[in-house]
């Protein structure tokens, strides 16, 4: 009897254990499924652009780009490592060196980590460039970029090869980076929320092209990365509510337009 009692107690404790846990489970799901748009991340890029210098070629080696958001934290971008040719990118010309996304809020630092192929060319003769603080801690550079969800951004990275290059004498020659960033957004969004919330399939149209997302629980909904112009929004809700079209609709580059509650 003992150890039948001693069984029906184990039991009890493992179903109770087991609702807990069911609940528990109900409750995250629940709060997930009851919180606002999804947009928290930005699409992110950068590119490298050079002014002239009086050198044959100018190698920098980027191995690494790293970023500093919103409360400090690091994010580290798809970087296309190797050594890079600043003369190839002046007069207008640049080059994608890294992309990722990035959690909306403030880019307080980008840092470039540099490997050890770095080099000056002179006439026909290519001299090694020193990068001693790239090389230990990175290049960083401060930025102060607020991103919004639904936008692209782009940071244009301007090297000043002339003022870069320092002569140390003996044939020696170091790289101290002065490069100027230029920070851009490169499209808009369209956000809004339909009224009652049901599911629905949420369309913007311009010039020939559509991009198309979905409204969550709540009803809300954001198209991201939209090029500027004017955009007709259709809202095609379940049955038996009625599919809605709001038209002149104005999308500009670095901003999100809201399109407010839609009745369907």
Do not use: W
Not at 62 to 68: A, D, L, Y
Not at 169 to 196: D, H
């Amino acid at each position: 009897m003992k150890k039948i009692a001693h069984i029906h107690k184990s039991l009890s404790v493992v179903i109770s254990f087991a609702i807990i846990i069911s609940l528990t489970l109900a409750f995250t799901f629940c709060k997930k499924r009851t919180e606002g748009p999804t947009a928290e991340y930005v699409k992110y890029s950068i590119r490298l652009t050079d002014s002239p210098g009086p050198y044959t070629a100018v190698n920098v080696d980027i191995q690494g780009v790293e970023i500093t958001g919103p409360g400090g934290n690091i994010a580290m971008l798809k970087v296309n490592p190797g050594v890079y040719n600043l003369l190839n990118y002046a007069n207008g010309l640049d080059t994608l060196i890294a992309t990722g996304s990035l959690q909306t809020g403030r880019v307080q630092q980008i840092r470039l980590i540099l490997g050890q192929n770095n080099s000056v060319k002179i006439g026909n003769v290519t001299y090694p460039l020193t990068t001693p603080s790239a090389q230990q801690s990175g290049l960083k550079l401060q930025v102060h970029q607020d991103l919004q969800a639904g936008v692209a951004y782009e940071v244009l990275l301007d090297f000043d090869a002339n003022q870069s290059i320092v002569d140390e004498g003996n044939g020696k020659y170091s790289l101290k980076p002065v490069i100027r960033t230029i920070e851009t957004a490169i499209s808009g969004a369209i956000k809004g929320k339909i009224n009652p919330a049901v599911n629905a399939a949420v369309t913007a149209s311009s010039g020939g092209n559509s991009y198309s997302s979905s409204v969550n629980v709540n009803g809300e909904f954001i198209l991201q990365g939209l090029p500027p112009g004017t955009y007709t929004l259709t809202v095609i809700p379940v049955a038996p509510y009625n599919t809605v079209t709001v038209t002149n609709i104005t999308v500009t580059i670095g901003n999100t337009t809201n399109a407010g509650i839609i009745n369907v």
